[in-house]
């Protein structure tokens, strides 16, 4: 008998505790890509090359995506890596309007399940709108499995009104409402483009409420950021002292490890007027 087996068989009967190896962390983004409007200057196809950089380079896993339209993501499968698919609908109905588009490397997460909803007194009509927003506002979900640890999670994706404030509270109680029908033992995760300020708006206050979600941000930093994330196209220094309104929450047995704020452009051209928010997390079970 080796020294070495030894000891091992000693520690083993004593109960000494094992490494457990943990869970691999993975990269969530959340981005409001800007619609490809028709006004010159900051036209999709200027920026199109700086949208696919910098989710590259974030090196996000999982992206939920707000404003694109059709055109957009078709463009965004191709500039994207073979291994990214996506799930989508317009939220016009098919390929009408923008879209709460989720994009993933198929190779590590597994779509189990997915679905849509509209933020609106009838959430499963298309299109539909209720609470004095003008045009519609829906959530993409789906439920992933991660092919290296066989461990699922829901991903959520929205876009709130950017007018009303009664809408983006009702809004925030119907995502609640139906967060709250998801497999209780699995984390969520939730990103979005919220249209309120973090720390300020009632609808902030909302969504991090007890038992509801955590901030990956107030999680991993220790203040909030000098800049907003809507910058008009004109970089940190335009939105100095601006809103973070772009979130990505957590809730349930998943960790959040980091997170940032992406101030990425391409010469000169930024790839939005909204600056994508990146965390990295880590399942817990």
């Known amino acids: 008998m080796t020294r070495r087996f030894f000891l091992a068989l000693i520690a083993l009967l004593l109960g000494a505790p094992q490494l457990v ?7 969530v983004m959340a981005f409001n890509i800007r619609y ?3 006004t010159p200057p900051n036209l999709w196809p200027d920026r199109r090359a700086a949208v696919r950089q910098v989710i590259l380079e974030s090196g996000a896993d999982i992206v939920g995506m707000q404003e694109a339209l059709w055109q957009q993501v078709t463009d965004i499968d191709r500039d994207l890596p073979d291994d990214f698919e996506w799930i989508g609908l317009g939220r016009e109905g098919g390929s009408r309007g923008e879209y709460m588009a ?14 849509h909803f509209w933020l609106s007194e009838s959430p499963a009509t298309i299109g539909s709108h209720s609470w004095g927003n003008n045009l519609p506002r829906m959530v993409t979900w789906v439920r992933f499995r991660d092919r290296s640890t066989e461990r699922e999670f829901y991903f959520v994706n929205t876009h709130f009104d950017h007018e009303s404030q ?6 925030a109680e119907l ?4 967060v709250a029908d998801f497999d209780p033992s699995l984390p969520v995760i939730a990103t979005g483009d919220f249209n309120s300020a973090a720390n300020r708006n009632p609808v902030y206050g909302m969504l991090v409420a007890p038992d509801a979600f955590r901030d990956t941000w107030t999680e991993t930093n220790e203040d909030e950021p000098p800049f ?58």
């Not at 995502?175 to 139906?178: A, I």
């Open 21 to 27: 190896a943990q869970a691999p962390e993975f990269a």
């Open 36 to 38: 490809a409007h028709t």
């Open 102 to 115: 989720v994009f993933f490397r198929a190779s590590r997460f597994e779509p189990v399940e997915y679905d």
């Open 166 to 171: 009664p809408s983006r509270e009702r809004s």
């Open 175 to 178: 995502l609640l409402e139906r």
């Open 228 to 285: 907003g994330t809507g910058h008009g196209f004109r970089g940190p220094e335009a939105s100095a002292g601006g809103d973070r309104i772009d979130w990505i929450l957590v809730r349930g047995p998943v960790e959040a490890l980091a997170s940032e704020i992406r101030v990425d452009h391409l010469n000169g051209q930024y790839p939005s007027d909204h600056f994508p928010v990146t965390a990295r997390v880590r399942l817990l079970r």
